[in-house]
């Protein structure tokens, strides 16, 4: 824990609240074993046996501070170190093509199992990387200016899902490292922060729905036509009167060039008060999708994240659109909300 407490303090500095904590190995040791021995399976990640055998594994402090992001006063950012990976990550990832997991699924059991012990339920958008949980975030688009997931250009300042009304947005990511060699860390901002750092001026501009959103090239919608939201400003509040944020950096579009500053001055903000967290494979960046703006600098070679969306209810969710496979809802009914 002591090598990554600077990011902790870092963090606090900027005004940031962000909680680590570190599995201990011997446990870790256990909860694979277990895992193995149950022969779960990809297909169990949202198995009630797995979440049950999460919940023993999984430290109470760790579960309390995941469940409380979605709170009143829960932190932004929750890191935890060393998640259960499959013993045959080690080396697997360099000799074998991208795309391919070890069968064991261990990774993708232990972090559904974090969240699920964290009282979120993960879930998925059909038409976003086949709906899986998790996702894989491999850069498939190499070289090739992609503002998405999909490819290893800089990926400027948003949330996921901005296209979307916040309340059928993912409230919280999970980002597991599986494969990183270039060692490409996750910038993450908080709203809060980067709110304190503008002036009065801009921070009403951006309150006012005076933006468009447009969904990104990984939402497959509508046979590739371009969907963007209604007018929307670009902070809200919660239900808590927490402050919220919609962006999806290149895909958010101002009316004019007045409201256009507003929004430069809010990625020069995340840029000031954001920290690069460095991630080794079995580190966790659980973090609100609500209240923080995510970005990825420019990397070269490839990197491994699996990607987790949760949230504490799926009501809305279930309200809104199909679920097309448990937990796993059609997006398009969910755009035109
Ligand atoms: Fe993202």
């Given at each position: 824990?002591?090598?990554?407490?600077?990011?902790?303090?870092?963090?606090?500095?900027?005004?940031?609240?962000?909680?680590?904590?570190?599995?201990?190995?011997?446990?870790?040791?256990?909860?694979?074993?277990?895992?193995?021995?149950?022969?779960?399976?990809?297909?169990?990640?949202?198995?009630?046996?797995?979440?049950?055998?999460?919940?023993?594994?999984?430290?109470?402090?760790?579960s309390?501070?995941?469940?409380?992001?979605?709170?009143?006063?829960?932190?932004?950012?929750?890191?935890i170190?060393?998640?259960?990976?499959?013993?045959?990550?080690?080396?697997?990832?360099?000799?074998?093509?991208?795309?391919?997991?070890?069968?064991?699924?261990?990774?993708?059991?232990?972090?559904?199992?974090?969240a699920?012990?964290?009282?979120?339920?993960?879930?998925?958008?059909?038409?976003?990387?086949?709906?899986?949980?998790?996702?894989?975030?491999?850069?498939?688009?190499?070289?090739?200016?992609?503002?998405?997931?999909?490819?290893?250009?800089?990926?400027?300042?948003?949330?996921?899902?901005?296209?979307?009304?916040?309340?059928?947005?993912?409230?919280?990511?999970?980002?597991?490292?599986?494969?990183n060699?270039?060692?490409?860390?996750?910038?993450?901002?908080?709203?809060?922060?980067?709110?304190?750092?503008?002036?009065?001026?801009?921070?009403?501009?951006?309150?006012?729905?005076?933006?468009?959103h447009?969904?990104?090239?990984t939402?497959?919608?509508?046979?590739?036509?371009?969907?963007?939201?209604?007018?929307?400003?670009?902070?809200?509040?919660?239900?808590?009167?927490?402050?919220?944020?919609?962006?999806?950096?290149?895909?958010?579009?101002?009316?004019?060039?007045?409201?256009?500053?507003?929004?430069?001055?809010?990625?020069?903000?995340?840029?000031?008060?954001?920290?690069?967290?460095?991630?080794?494979?079995?580190?966790?960046?659980?973090?609100?999708?609500?209240?923080?703006?995510?970005?990825?600098?420019?990397?070269?070679?490839?990197?491994?994240?699996?990607?987790?969306?949760?949230?504490?209810?799926?009501?809305?969710?279930?309200?809104?659109?199909?679920?097309?496979?448990?937990?796993?809802?059609?997006?398009?009914?969910?755009?035109?909300?």
């Open positions: 824990m002591s090598n990554h407490s600077n990011i902790r303090e870092l963090y606090r500095c900027m005004g940031t609240n962000v909680v680590e904590y570190e599995f201990d190995d011997d446990s870790v040791e256990d909860w694979r074993k277990t895992m193995d021995e149950q022969g779960f399976s990809r297909d169990d990640v949202l198995d009630q046996q797995n979440r049950d055998l999460a919940r023993r594994f999984v430290p109470s402090a760790m309390s501070a995941i469940k409380s992001i979605c709170g009143p006063s829960g932190p932004d950012i929750v890191i170190y060393g998640l259960p990976l499959s013993e045959q990550d080690t080396g697997f990832f360099s000799s074998t093509p991208p795309g391919l997991l070890p069968e064991d699924a261990i990774a993708e059991l232990a972090l559904c199992g974090v699920s012990a964290g009282g979120l339920k993960a879930f998925s958008y059909d038409q976003e990387k086949d709906g899986d949980i998790p996702a894989n975030i491999w850069p498939v688009a190499v070289g090739k200016n992609v503002q998405s997931s999909d490819g290893n250009g800089d990926l400027a300042w948003h949330g996921d899902g901005g296209v979307l009304s916040w309340p059928l947005r993912p409230p919280v990511l999970m980002l597991a490292t599986r494969y060699p270039s060692n490409t860390g996750t910038r993450i901002a908080s709203i809060d922060a980067a709110v304190s750092r503008l002036d009065d001026d801009s921070i009403e501009i951006l309150e006012q729905p005076r933006f468009r447009h969904a990104p090239t939402f497959n919608l509508f046979g590739g036509r371009l969907i963007g939201s209604p007018p929307s400003p670009v902070l809200e509040r919660d239900n808590f009167e927490r402050r919220i944020v919609t962006l999806s950096s290149s895909n958010t579009h101002a009316d004019t060039p007045e409201a256009e500053r507003a929004l430069q001055a809010l990625h020069d903000a995340a840029d000031d008060v954001s920290v690069t967290i460095p991630t080794d494979p079995g580190t966790v960046v659980a973090f609100s999708n609500l209240r923080c703006l995510h970005a990825r600098p420019l990397f070269a070679g490839t990197r491994l994240l699996q990607r987790l969306y949760a949230a504490p209810s799926l009501q809305a969710l279930k309200a809104a659109s199909i679920e097309v496979r448990p937990n796993v809802f059609a997006v398009e009914q969910l755009v035109l909300q």
